[in-house]
């Protein structure tokens, strides 16, 4: 019995397939925007603006604080009343850049306030600018002090993506649901689901142990 | 070069600096000494901008840095500055750190401000050192890459806020013996130090400071035998004992 429906699920690979493929496009896009969306956020929740640096953390914590599924709804559902129609697939994109963007956001500014005032003193009293500052003497030894925490958030992020699964994208989540249907074994089916994100995330949890092990990141 | 004229600073209810009235001319070399907390590291903060003060006047190289529209920028391009604890940046090599502000500052390229860097880190004795990072370096070594670093940007004034008092006695000498160099090829120099001796080598000036005032001004030679204030000649009894 158990090997025939085993047989049944490896004979829905395409599907599975195709969620993997869901999933991984949705990390990835999600990733590269919530970096910059996070970088964007971190550089000034440390900034030397008060307001802007509480308004900022206001932003972050709303949706540190609030449930991510209740996020997707709101992007996917209340957002169309407004004349914001997006489809599943971007609005998911959106959801889960905003709320990665606010987790890497908090990472970065820590990473950036850890940095000792006197490097940015000499910083400063060798004549660079603000941005200057920032760009080649504060993020570089940030990112450093910060890499083996976004990593580790990055994980985060790929699981996070299984909640769009419920505003109807085919993704790894989804795939099983729909598999599950013909064969009725869920836990073989969200076994193999299950596999498939352990697959994905573990070389990162592997990585972020490594890294933090040595207590630095590698020099890129 | 450097003109402070009834200079006040206050943090909250403290007064860190208290009417100060100082003019440093063109290759002069200016030793401060004072106990902590008497201003001395302040004052020389003032000079290119780290600190802000409240009342009076301070121009340096003709920027008003009273005044609001002062381009800290560019004054700052002419005023080295050299921090107790070094402030070195980790993620660079000796010869990055010597280079980033020359080219990203000044906008020398690459080339160019590596040709200087090498020359100056060859100056200060770490001709062989330009590729090892900050962390590979001893602490007197780390000082003379940041003095290198500040002479990179070929300033008009060269600052130090006690730049030998992180260091271990026996690396104190290899910082001085750089620091007489540049001020025996007439760099305009202020030096916040308890190195008596370094101030009896080369200061034009000594100035002691004792609760944001300047007490006392005078050449090293009246300065250390002749003091006419009953408080610099009690701190120096105290830094001359051993």
Redesign the interface.
């Given at each position: 019995m158990f090997w025939l429906q085993l047989n049944r699920v490896v004979g829905y690979w395409p599907v599975l397939l195709k969620g993997l493929g869901m999933t991984v496009a949705l990390s990835v896009l999600a990733l590269l925007i919530g970096s910059v969306i996070g970088f964007a956020l971190g550089i000034l929740r440390a900034g030397p603006n008060r307001t802007l640096s509480r308004a900022v953390g206001l932003y972050v914590d709303f949706f540190r604080g609030t449930p991510f599924l209740l996020q997707v709804f709101i992007v996917f559902f209340i957002l169309p009343q407004v004349g914001i129609e997006l489809s599943a697939f971007t609005a998911g994109v959106v959801a889960l850049s905003n709320v990665a963007g606010c987790f890497i956001g908090e990472i970065v500014a820590a990473g950036i306030q850890s940095v000792?005032a006197?490097?940015k003193?000499?910083?400063?009293?060798?004549?660079?600018?603000r941005a200057?500052q920032m760009r080649?003497?504060v993020l570089?030894?940030a990112v450093?002090v910060v890499t083996p925490s976004l990593v580790g958030q990055f994980v985060l992020l790929i699981k996070d993506s299984s909640v769009v699964s419920a505003i109807g994208l085919l993704d790894l989540t989804r795939s099983g649901w729909m598999i599950v249907q013909n064969v009725p074994n869920g836990l073989l089916v969200f076994g193999i689901v299950g596999l498939g994100y352990f697959v994905i995330c573990y070389p990162l949890i592997w990585l972020s142990r490594r890294m933090e092990r040595r207590g630095q990141a590698p020099v890129l | 070069m450097i003109e402070f004229t009834d200079v006040h600073k206050w943090f909250g209810s403290l007064h860190v600096l208290n009417d100060i009235s100082l003019t440093v001319t063109k290759g002069e070399v200016v030793v401060v000494c004072g106990r902590s907390g008497s201003g001395k590291s302040t004052l020389i903060r003032c000079i290119n901008g780290l600190e802000p003060f409240q009342k009076g006047r301070l121009v340096v190289d003709g920027f008003d840095l009273g005044s609001s529209s002062v381009r800290l920028r560019e004054l700052r391009m002419e005023v080295g500055f050299v921090f107790q604890s070094f402030n070195l940046y980790p993620h660079k090599t000796a010869l990055e750190n010597v280079t980033i502000a020359p080219i990203h500052v000044r906008g020398l390229s690459k080339a160019e401000a590596e040709v200087r860097g090498r020359a100056l880190l060859e100056k200060v004795g770490l001709g062989d050192r330009m590729q090892n990072y900050p962390h590979q370096l001893s602490g007197g070594q780390q000082q003379r890459v940041a003095i290198a670093r500040s002479l990179c940007m070929q300033p008009k004034i060269m600052l130090f806020d006690e730049p030998t008092s992180a260091l271990d006695p026996e690396m104190i000498n290899e910082v001085l013996e750089v620091m007489v160099s540049l001020a025996r090829e007439g760099m305009t120099m202020m030096v916040v130090t308890h190195e008596m001796g370094f101030a009896r080598k080369v200061a034009d000036r000594v100035i002691f400071m004792d609760r944001g005032a300047i007490v006392e001004t005078a050449d090293p030679e009246t300065f250390f035998t002749a003091a006419k204030s009953e408080r610099t000649r009690d701190f120096l009894s105290k830094v001359l004992h051993h």
């Open positions: 000792p006197g490097q003193e000499a910083a400063a009293a060798s004549g660079f600018t200057q080649l003497i570089p030894q450093r | -």
